[in-house]
């Protein structure tokens, strides 16, 4: 479960990755480019079948500002590959 959970944060938002915006204030892009922005949920669905997603919340960085699409759904097999992504 924690190998799938690296697979699909490193695929999503790998370590060191700054999104950029051409928003005068980047408060919101400097937000969605730290890891810890983000809830995370990993579901079990059979031996070898984990869906992992990703959806953030803004109010970790002072914002209240909605996102409607930030987020990310992966299926992972057991051998780490990611099978989809929506």
Not at 3 to 11: D, G, I, Q, T
Not at 25 to 42: F, I
Not at 44 to 58: C, H, K, N, R, T
Request: net charge negative.
């Amino acid at each position: 479960m924690l190998a799938a959970l690296e697979v699909a944060m490193n695929e999503f938002l790998p370590a060191g990755t700054e999104i950029t915006t051409t928003d005068p204030d980047k408060r919101v892009a400097q937000c969605l480019s730290k890891r810890s922005s983000y809830d995370t949920h990993v579901l079990q669905a059979g031996e070898d079948l984990f869906f992992v997603w990703f959806s953030p919340d803004l109010s970790r960085c002072g914002l209240n500002v909605p996102i409607l699409d930030g987020g990310a759904v992966y299926a992972i097999d057991a051998r780490g590959r990611i099978l989809d992504r929506r």
